[in-house]
């Protein structure tokens, strides 16, 4: 019996040593392993959980702990929740905003914010992708271009700074949560597909005041000729990062406008399709890099700032939705590397990875029927991907679909309504790829870096759900039909799977309340890149939408 004994106590030991050191571990990404402090969990986009309760050996043991559902399911749920001290914090569709007990699913308080009814005219209406929790609040960017903060115990606004005006911004609004640098909450709105100059704003955390404004579009003429500026798009709509150390807000800015037209607005359009680094005390420009120099694909630089290390030192690696990925130190945004992420990819022979230059870019001519993969949704949606430091790879969904368009000039009498968008085409459709090829998604493991394959998923319909990784050796998502994965982070192996009933849309996190680790994921298909994608899976149009906020936990 002592000879059983002895090893059961070795690993028993082993385990309680190990999740000593990871709750110790104050690296950044590791720093605060209960919690889920912030959008991405940390400064580094990473989304990675240090918590390893929940395991490759146990995880088929996960059990549903609690669901709350919102009631309202327009858009489904897009968000990323929140958790600080066993508390959940998230939002859903018209600014409802929720605290949660995080170990009971309890409702601890609902603030319903009351929008300006301009509000339902704009496009993006209704969907929110998450809130932020800090220095005694919650804010919101609300859907009528509003910063709003609430007390975080009991929900009550305390402040509203109005900084856009919908009537004459086509109702650009903040789709995405604010984010903090210090005392500063900054943020972009939508309106890289509206006829609008984009704009990045910041406030005082604790007043609403604002303290800067960044104007994306750059007056210069040979950037921008003539007035095709003051309509050229280019809005931050994705949440930016803080990197505390270098004190520098990073945050991608979207594409031009119109999307496919390009006559009048001849170019590199500053600073549209960019990647911004920003001082966050002045909104003064430390240094940008331009990915899609005069965009004339809708190719964002919209998503997540990913830092990992390459020999020593900080590099950024980024997705455009063109199919690249690029990877620049993080210091001046010295180009690294750049490398394809997309399967199919016709719109240019490609991106120098030493220059960053177009290579035989391909752009859409007025009239003329183009084939262009990847899509206007692009190679990945803004779903966000996943960083293992255990094994250093970025995990990540993919899509394979073109699309059709047939570039046109805007027709001034469609550009009235607070809903319009500048997209600059006659039609447009997506379309499976070239050469009989099947248009579907996958999920892949990948070296950040290089861009090399260790191993891939295919799934029928491209999933929407953002990931989740942990140090328990476990990769997270879901999938447009509803069905919720647990795969090994090693191998992409199955490990554990649930039928939500509803898609994935929002973005998965783990925490952990009085020793019990949890996995939540937001379900409810919603956005409108579901939409879109019905032209190349027309099954997308019989799904069902819903709205639930499902927890789970070993039994």
Known sequence: MKFALKPLLVAVGASLLAGSVLAADSRPGYADPDNWPQYHRSYNAW????????????????????????????H??????????????????????????????????????KLNPIAKQAFYAAASRGVTVGRGKVFIGSLDGRFIALDQKTGKELWSTQLTDPKTQYGALFSAPPQLAGDVLFGGTTGGDQPIAGKIYAVNADTGKPVWTFDVIKNDPASWPGDSGKVGGGSAWMPGTYDESSDTIY???????????????EGDNKYTATLLAIDPKTGKLKWHRQEIPHDTWDFDSAYEALLVKKDGKDVIVHLNKSGFVFVMDKKDGALENVWQFAENMNWAKGIDPKTGALIEPRRPQPGKRELLCPNLLGARSWNHGAYN?????????????????????????????????????????????????????????RDPLTGKVKWSIRYELPPLSSVLTTAGGLVFTGDMEGRLYAYDADNGKELWRFNAGSGARGGPVSYAVKGKQ????PTGLGSHAPGFLAGAFPQIKDLPGGAALIGFTLE
């Open 76 to 113: 489904g749920l897009q968000a990323t929740p929140i958790v600080l001290d066993g508390v959940l914090y998230y939002i859903s569709a018209d600014n409802n905003a929720w605290a949660v007990d995080a170990a009971t699913g309890k409702t601890i308080w609902h603030y319903t914010a």
């Open 518 to 521: 949890y996995i939540v994921i």
């Open 389 to 445: 430091p255990g094994t250093g790879l970025w995990y990540s969904h993919a899509m394979e679909v073109c699309n059709e368009v047939v570039s046109g000039k805007d027709d001034p009498s469609n550009l009235t309504a607070i809903s319009s968008l500048s997209l600059g085409i006659d039609e447009i459709k997506l379309v499976p790829p070239p050469n009989g090829k099947k248009p579907d998604g996958r999920l892949d493991a």
């Open 47 to 74: 989304r990675y959980s240090p918590l390893a309760q929940i395991n490759k050996t146990n995880v088929k043991k996960l059990k549903v702990a609690w669901i709350h559902q919102p009631g309202n399911i327009t």
């Open 251 to 265: 945050i991608g800015t979207s594409n031009a406008a119109p999307d496919y037209y390009t006559p009048g607005r």
